[in-house]
């Protein structure tokens, strides 16, 4: 590639997925986060089950990046705040032991409670997104 030229993303997909992203609200974003959680989770997961230590670190460390993101975005103010930060300080704990020692067994804790909490709030946001309809009828 010549200097200063820029290389333009030409996987369709992605730019669908930047879409999502720039127009998402706080809530979706929340459930996106909770998507790449999971996602990268189980392919840290398939890396130690393969024994490809370099896909397991990989992975495991982002998903490491997402949960501390989530811790950051805790509004502690909120009584719920210090339970999720206790579900959040086992889920990282639980995935740096895993990559650390390469076992997958704490893994599977954590993608159910990533499974229960992305659900909880997929359903808020169906229930914001409900609420913002029935708003727009009534005005």
Request: no cysteine.
């Amino acid at each position: 590639m010549q200097q200063g030229m820029v290389m333009i993303n030409t996987r369709p997909q992605d730019a669908y997925k930047k879409q999502d992203v720039l127009t998402a609200g706080p809530v979706d974003l929340i459930v996106m986060l909770y998507d790449a959680l999971k996602k990268n989770i189980v392919l840290g997961k398939r890396g130690i089950l393969k024994h490809d230590v370099t896909l397991a670190h990989k992975h495991l460390v982002k998903a490491q990046m997402i949960v501390t993101e989530l811790i950051n975005s805790l509004d502690m103010s909120y009584e719920i705040s210090n339970e999720l930060m206790s579900l959040y300080d086992f889920a990282l704990t639980s995935l740096v032991h895993a990559n650390t020692k390469k076992d997958a067994e704490p893994l599977d804790a954590v993608i159910d409670m990533v499974d229960n909490i992305r659900e909880a709030w997929k359903e808020i946001s169906s229930m914001s997104r409900g609420q913002v309809q029935l708003g727009e009828e009534l005005a």
